[in-house]
């Protein structure tokens, strides 16, 4: 796929940075590209630990939330705590049913069922609640907009706790053009995302809410805190809720990928060996999003995410097994389903002509409703377009969607446009649920294509490059500082670097499915590199197209070709049989401009 090139072009003293805190020039520019441009922000990014997280008491009405439930631990009433069911939301009860039980309180949990309930506590959930004798309910990564669910529950003199992290609700004035919030009539409400919260870091996820409220429950009643025993727990919902590595997340990642390998939670144990990740390898943050987050959201899209818990929960080694390998199952199962879904989904594009479209309204009969989103998210990545999948629902009559967006399409204001033919929808810009009626779905893919004003440049992904390098400058200790900013993910990226004209000396394939591509590649100043690229097809029948099939052959063959690309890449090492080298892992290439500089 084509990509829309992008180089940083952050200014900074970067020979000054890399001497105060000896480290290399192209290093101090790839934190200035991460934003860090005081000195104790790059010296907290370098070098920070657990000591620059901030107080949990800073958050509005953590004080006053956690007094109302030490009393309540005092008094001996009954707490449930209602978390949402994917990763965070599973994690974040996890935090709070095994703090709440060792500081004594009688505590038992509810997590919705994603089909039957939908999301976050609703009226169900309260009632149920108050059956049980329940006196206080506490939410986590959900409340902060569950009106009339808090509403029942006030109305039934019970207690409400929220613990949240996304954003409020809100109604703007279409006289005046100003916002009001809408506050839940909660006894506390506990969530950064307040307008009137001082927080200092807005980017944490509902698990770490819930170890802070747990952190200082514990220092008011006096009561030693294992912070270590939740941190892991914290991270893994960090990750996989995407949310930014930056600040006090990074920190707890780092710390919690440390934990991770020495955990003793018998069923994160168990997990780890169900995915062979349990052999003394290094688990990073990919392990975390694409390996172990999965098998734990997989029980909340096909089952109940109470089996992830009780995963946590469990004591018992051959329990815990069985558990695990569920999920396990459960995840391969969804993956296969996921695949079936993409295959529909590409057929419905060719059989519909969408490939002319800009935004692709896609249905899917028979498609697990979970599942959506997934789907519409990897066809979003094969085509980068706005996508939004619609399958059948448990209403008659009624589809529902779940929709991933490009940048520069705001998703959520383009389903307002459309709200006349919309049942119901939320979400943000880039991802969003919709429910319609199946009647309207036809006029509203015709109505939101009508209305999308994409340029053509939108629809290029973009590959931010922290600078033009020559390989040849890398070197095994740079790739080492480089390393050291791990972990990588969202608002920490990977740092990705370019040069202009290369040369291809020769290239050759390998693998068991011929699918990676090896290069010895020419630097500018005439230095041997070897390379990788891990898409053999796609490389190969561009550069027929760009060369012609000869130059290709000479390549491959070893013999002198006209082959000149510009080239994005991340220096690596390689280690194979217990030697270290240099390798150059392509991220991006294009055939060479002469005279076309990286856009800034």
Known sequence: MELNWRIYSKKADFFGIAKKFNIDPVVARVLRNRDL???????????????????????????????????????????????????DGVTSNYILLEGLK???????????????????????????????????????????????????????????????HHEMPYKTSEETGETEYIRVPADAVIDIKQPDC???????????????????????????????????????????????????????????????????????????????????REITAYHLGFIIGPCINAAGRLDKADKALSLFLSRDRDEAEKIAIELKRLNDSRKKLTEDGVFEAENYIRENGLEKLNVFIIYISGLHESLAGIVAGRIKEKYYRPVIVFTDSLEEGILK????????????????????????????????GVSIKKENFHKFAEKINKNENISKEDLLPKLFID??????????????????????????????????????????IIGQNKNTVKFNLISGNGKLCEGIFFNAEEFINNIKLWFTEQECDKMLNGEKNDIVLDIAYRPDINEYQGRRSLQIKIEGY???LENEELKQ
Do not use: W
Request: with cysteine; charged share 30%.
């Open 467 to 508: 600078a033009a390098m020559p390989m040849s400058y890398a070197y095994m200790e740079l790739v080492e500082q480089l390393e050291s900013l791990a972990p990588f993910g969202t608002g920490n990226e990977r740092p990705v670097f370019a040069e202009k004209g290369v040369r291809i000396k020769s290239a050759r």
């Open 198 to 280: 001082n927080y200092p870091f807005k980017g944490i996820c509902g698990a770490v809410v819930a170890l802070k409220f747990i952190e200082y429950l514990y220092k008011i009643m006096g009561i030693s805190f294992e912070k270590d025993k939740y941190i892991t727990f914290a991270a893994i919902a960090t990750v996989c809720d995407v949310m930014p590595l930056k600040d006090e997340n990074r920190i707890y990642v780092k710390k919690g990928l440390t934990l991770i390998r020495e955990t003793e939670n018998v069923g994160l144990r168990a997990l780890l060996r169900e995915t062979e990740l349990s052999d003394g």
């Open 590 to 592: 294009r055939k060479n």
């Open 37 to 87: 441009t005081e000195d104790d922000e790059i010296q907290a990014f370098l070098y920070g630990d657990m000591r620059i997280t901030h107080p949990p008491e800073l958050m509005k009405d953590m004080d006053k939330g956690v007094r109302i439930i030490m009393q309540k631990i005092r008094e001996g009433k009954k707490i449930r705590i209602v978390s949402d069911y994917d990763v």
């Open 401 to 432: 969607g779940s929709g991933r967006s490009i940048e520069g399409y705001n998703l959520h204001r383009e389903l307002t446009a459309c709200s006349s033919l919309i049942e119901k929808f939320g979400g943000h810009e880039l991802a969003a």
């Open 102 to 164: 060792k500081a004594g309180a009688d505590v038992s949990f509810e997590i919705p069922h994603r089909i039957k309930d939908g999301y976050g506590i609703n009226e169900r959930i309260i009632r149920k609640a108050y059956n049980d004798g329940v006196d206080t309910i506490i939410t986590c990564d959900n409340g902060i907009a569950a009106l009339s669910a808090i509403k029942l529950a006030k109305e039934l003199n019970m207690t409400v706790v929220v613990t949240d």
